[in-house]
């Protein structure tokens, strides 16, 4: 199985999974050392077919290349790696960190509760049970962790929603450890397999816990290059993974400072830039009323040239000035008219004034 994996660029578990999942029959453990002595169990028959299907397999991408740490970070990371070459993991949790030692009387809180509790089904929801010898075991791994963590600056703290977080050069750094699972087939049981359909499948898939953990980085911004995941396999328990965890946090401090001074920066020349716009919107808005209404003024410039045509030919003709129209004589009607012509005529106070009403428009004066 890993030799022809190998040839798929993927791992030998990953290739199980595919036969497990396709319903593929495998050699078991120790088929090949068994057929070496001529023992090998028989063959496993191939399932029924239920039609020809293409299966897909892709290679495993790879990691992405380690990224190269700034000269001042490179040298805090040799400083935490000379100076937590291991970090020691003790048998017993005797004095635990200020967040597992709320964790512990939170538990015995909710224990003492249960004992209060008369009734039995009360006392089944509110009790926690006892700790898992893996529970026990995350417990001490994280104690260390976290005191290693804040001998080097940080500071561990537990956030509302109860999520973890470390601040390390006043940045946030926000991670899990859980117990990794995977999924495995059972036989169905006898509830099960009376209301099963004829074509459900004779087994159902679960989540098992596999009593190894996994500390996984959740900050979403996390540098490009830094490790955000470490699972604990057959050849590498996690408490060796500590020294690497925390030169990790210790690198990440300076690069997420500087990650979030470049989003500063960018921000703010975003921020200028959409300014710049705006005001050029607004210049041009501002520019194109002025033009307007200097066209306005020309037109009023040309109509009112035809209104003094025709105050010029009422003036010309034979007029009675007895004559009166609304309390006003013929002449004073003439007066009003050239009062309002001399008003509206945009040329009575020169070029200046022109052009100084044309200055007092800005990008509000038309709405539409």
Not at 202 to 226: D, M, S
Not at 337 to 356: C, N, S
């Amino acid at each position: 199985m890993i030799r022809l994996a190998e040839q798929f660029g993927i791992s030998g578990n990953g290739l199980a999974k595919i036969c497990d999942r396709e319903n593929i029959p495998c050699p078991p453990r120790g088929y090949w050392a068994m057929l070496a002595v001529g023992r090998a169990p028989a063959q496993s028959p191939l399932p029924e077919s239920g039609g020809s299907h293409a299966i897909t397999i892709r290679p495993t991408p790879l990691p992405p290349p380690p990224i190269d740490l700034p000269p001042e970070v490179q040298q805090q990371v040799d400083k935490a790696r000379a100076s937590e070459p291991a970090i020691a993991v003790s048998e017993r949790l005797l004095r635990p960190h200020a967040v597992i030692a709320a964790w512990l009387a939170e538990h015995e809180e909710k224990k003492q509760r249960a004992r209060r509790e008369r009734d039995p089904w009360s006392r089944s929801l509110y009790d926690p049970g006892e700790f898992t010898q893996n529970n026990r075991r995350k417990h001490r791994i994280l104690d260390a962790l976290f005191k290693a963590i804040e001998r080097h600056g940080g500071r561990i703290k537990q956030g509302d929603r109860r999520e973890l977080f470390a601040e390390v050069s006043g940045e946030k750094v926000e991670f899990q450890v859980r117990e990794k699972q995977k999924q495995e087939r059972r036989p169905l049981t006898a509830d099960e397999k009376r209301w099963r359909s004829p074509d459900d499948n004779h087994w159902k898939q679960e989540l098992v816990a596999t009593g190894r953990l996994v500390f996984e980085i959740k900050t979403w911004q996390w540098p490009g290059g830094l490790r955000r995941q470490w699972v604990e396999s057959d050849k590498q328990a996690m408490e060796a993974m500590l020294p690497d965890i925390l030169t990790t946090f210790v690198a990440a401090g300076p690069l997420l400072v500087q990650q979030r001074k470049d989003r500063e920066a960018a921000e703010r020349e975003r921020q200028i830039a959409e300014q710049r716009r705006y005001e050029e919107q607004r210049r041009r808005k501002r520019d194109a009323n002025r033009w307007r209404r200097f066209k306005e003024m020309a037109q009023d410039w040309h109509e009112l040239a035809t209104v003094r045509d025709f105050l010029v030919a009422l003036r010309s003709m034979n007029v009675d000035p007895s004559v009166e129209i609304d309390g006003r004589s013929i002449e004073e009607w003439i007066a009003w008219a050239e009062d309002w012509l001399t008003r509206a005529d945009p040329t009575t106070e020169g070029v200046d004034g022109i052009f100084r009403r044309i200055g007092e428009i800005n990008d509000w004066t038309y709405h539409d």
